[in-house]
């Protein structure tokens, strides 16, 4: 695993080819967004900004995000997306009820399926932020996916898999925790539960349906050290996301 002086030597050469100034970070009070805005810090120290953006989000969740930027004194800003969420899906929302019953998904969306269109509103109108603030800067927007999420498509599309870098996309959970405790993240942010915080109570292992352990055995070792089911299901979502990790398909005519 490469150290995090290495990967912040990377970024610093991509703000070289660039032409940037410095970095964004969208704060979310967890591990991978601590660990990426430590090593944006450590990369252009005089030029990161840590971004809280909350979108009726759970008040931990900005709690843990002001720690990690009170412990490493990175500067930010904050933008409630609420009021900017709560008119677009009230203009948006109901036109889709005269959409002819033939064109609608039945059965109804419910429960986790009905969720998701609105979560990814979240994500997406976040993205949006930050990009702002990136172009307002003159700054990169620096991702904080990681390669567990990667693999098997656990972010959303145009939301927090936009980024123009994404520093810890080849290290598996683990590895950034581990990566964590190196860059001395405070240790309950290390120890939080994962979750995106599309909603109250969500948590990514719940939402994904294993354990990101049980993940990163089958991304290390193979689907020989899982069980079957397991590796079924890890191989269908590899398989249904793949149209997330490339760019849109262009007729070959």
């Given at each position: 695993?490469?150290?995090?002086?290495?990967?912040?030597?990377?970024?610093?050469?991509?703000?070289?080819?660039?032409?940037?100034?410095?970095?964004?970070?969208?704060?979310?009070?967890?591990?991978?967004?601590?660990?990426?805005?430590?090593?944006?810090?450590?990369?252009?120290?005089?030029?990161?900004?840590?971004?809280?953006?909350?979108?009726?989000?759970?008040?931990?969740?900005?709690?843990?995000?002001?720690?990690?930027?009170?412990?490493?004194?990175?500067?930010?800003?904050?933008?409630?997306?609420?009021?900017?969420?709560?008119?677009?899906?009230?203009?948006?929302?109901?036109p889709l009820r005269n959409v002819p019953?033939?064109?609608?998904?039945?059965?109804?969306?419910?429960?986790?399926?009905?969720?998701?269109?609105?979560?990814?509103?979240?994500?997406?109108?976040?993205?949006?932020?930050?990009?702002?603030?990136?172009n307002s800067l003159h700054y990169l927007?620096?991702?904080?996916?990681?390669?567990?999420?990667?693999?098997?498509?656990?972010?959303?599309?145009?939301?927090?898999?936009?980024?123009?870098?994404?520093?810890?996309?080849?290290?598996?959970?683990?590895?950034?925790?581990?990566?964590?405790?190196?860059?001395?993240?405070?240790?309950?942010?290390?120890?939080?539960?994962?979750?995106?915080?599309?909603?109250?109570?969500?948590?990514?292992?719940e939402e994904m349906g294993f354990s990101?352990?049980?993940?990163?055995?089958?991304?290390?070792?193979?689907?020989?050290?899982?069980?079957?089911?397991?590796?079924?299901?890890?191989?269908?979502?590899?398989?249904?996301?793949?149209?997330?990790?490339?760019?849109?398909?262009?007729?070959?005519?």
């Amino acid at each position: 695993m490469p150290s995090g002086d290495a990967i912040a030597r990377w970024m610093h050469q991509q703000l070289s080819l660039t032409g940037a100034r410095g970095f964004v970070v969208g704060l979310s009070g967890g591990v991978d967004s601590a660990v990426v805005a430590r090593l944006a810090q450590l990369a252009a120290p005089a030029a990161t900004l840590g971004a809280l953006l909350p979108c009726h989000s759970d008040p931990q969740d900005e709690e843990d995000a002001r720690l990690v930027a009170d412990h490493f004194s990175l500067p930010t800003v904050r933008v409630d997306l609420s009021h900017t969420y709560d008119a677009f899906v009230a203009d948006a929302q109901p036109p889709l009820r005269n959409v002819p019953a033939a064109m609608r998904d039945l059965p109804p969306a419910e429960g986790l399926r009905g969720r998701v269109p609105l979560a990814n509103i979240k994500a997406r109108l976040r993205t949006v932020t930050l990009y702002f603030i990136a172009n307002s800067l003159h700054y990169l927007n620096a991702g904080a996916g990681n390669r567990s999420e990667i693999a098997v498509g656990y972010f959303t599309k145009y939301g927090d898999g936009a980024a123009d870098l994404l520093p810890i996309g080849h290290l598996l959970k683990g590895e950034v925790r581990a990566l964590a405790q190196d860059l001395t993240i405070p240790a309950t942010i290390i120890e939080r539960t994962p979750s995106a915080g599309l909603w109250l109570g969500q948590t990514d292992e719940e939402e994904m349906g294993f354990s990101y352990a049980e993940l990163e055995r089958y991304l290390k070792e193979g689907p020989q050290d899982v069980s079957p089911a397991l590796a079924m299901r890890i191989e269908r979502l590899i398989r249904l996301s793949d149209h997330k990790r490339a760019l849109p398909p262009i007729p070959e005519l």
